[in-house]
């Protein structure tokens, strides 16, 4: 898969979704089903936008023991998203479980990574209130280690922390990068924030844009506004 910008489709309804789509006459986006949504609308929602022709990344962190994680994981990839996610905090054996829940019969599935720290956490945050006694950068770096050993494709970390993981655990490990703001815009409770520009240049693989797009005037302009940033003269 090569670089690209997924929406955060953080809606409630399908209806608010299929109004937000309607805006894009040319172009087919990456869309992100998260929580919101899914719950809303269940698995419905992620075969009728797939047939719309979008590549899906199904968002819906798990994160529980590994026989539960393995089944759930098992009943997701009957919807063949191109993405989907975990948590690596779920330890290591719970990876390796959603694994091979996702992983069909004949071997094929979609994408799959971990979230490391959410870009919502700030290292502060994670040393009070979570008792992690260590720099954010060094935690980031122990859960995608074990992400991949675990055998996933990859993290989401916040783009201050792509180039590293890429050094830790190889260029062909993806980093999803949500956290994505421009420069002229509101954080919201988004913590380790960058801009398309400065992710492309820290090595993001994919960039997760929600509000900045979602809520903009015009949400066409702001979404080619992150292609241009990030994918640079490629966009
Ligand atoms: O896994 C994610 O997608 C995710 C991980 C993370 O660390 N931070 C994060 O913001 N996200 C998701 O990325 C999206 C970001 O949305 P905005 O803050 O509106 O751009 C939301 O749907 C979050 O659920």
């Known amino acids: 898969m090569s670089k690209d910008v997924i929406i955060a489709c953080d809606f ?3 209806a608010d979704l299929m109004a937000f789509l309607e805006n894009f006459k040319e172009e087919r986006p990456f869309l992100k089903i998260g929580m919101e949504l899914f719950y809303a609308e269940g698995p419905a929602i992620v075969k009728e936008i797939k047939a719309r022709g979008h590549k899906i990344f199904l968002d819906l962190k798990l994160h529980d023991i590994p026989n539960t994680v393995k089944k759930a994981m098992s009943v997701l990839s009957d919807l063949d998203v191109d993405l989907s996610n975990v948590h690596a905090s779920g330890t290591i054996a719970m990876m390796e479980g959603a694994l091979e829940g996702f992983t069909k019969k004949d071997g094929s599935r979609g994408l799959l990574i971990a979230v490391t720290q959410l870009t919502s956490t700030s290292e502060e ?7 992690i006694h260590k720099s954010l950068e060094e935690t980031v770096m122990h859960y995608a280690k074990n992400t991949k050993i675990a055998g ?4 989401v970390c916040s783009p201050w922390e792509a180039k590293k993981v890429k050094e830790v655990c190889g260029e062909e490990f993806l980093t ?3 956290g994505v703001r421009f420069a002229d815009g509101d954080a919201g409770d988004q913590v380790r924030i960058a801009t398309p520009a400065k992710a492309r240049e820290l090595g993001s693989d994919y960039i997760v844009v929600g509000r900045p797009i979602t809520q903009a005037k015009d949400p066409v302009a702001a979404y080619r506004r992150c292609l241009t940033e990030f994918l640079g003269g490629n966009a």
């Open 12 to 14: 409630n309804s399908k």
């Open 125 to 131: 945050r994670m040393q009070n209130d979570l008792l």
């Open 152 to 155: 996933l494709d990859g993290v």
């Open 176 to 178: 999803i990068t949500p």
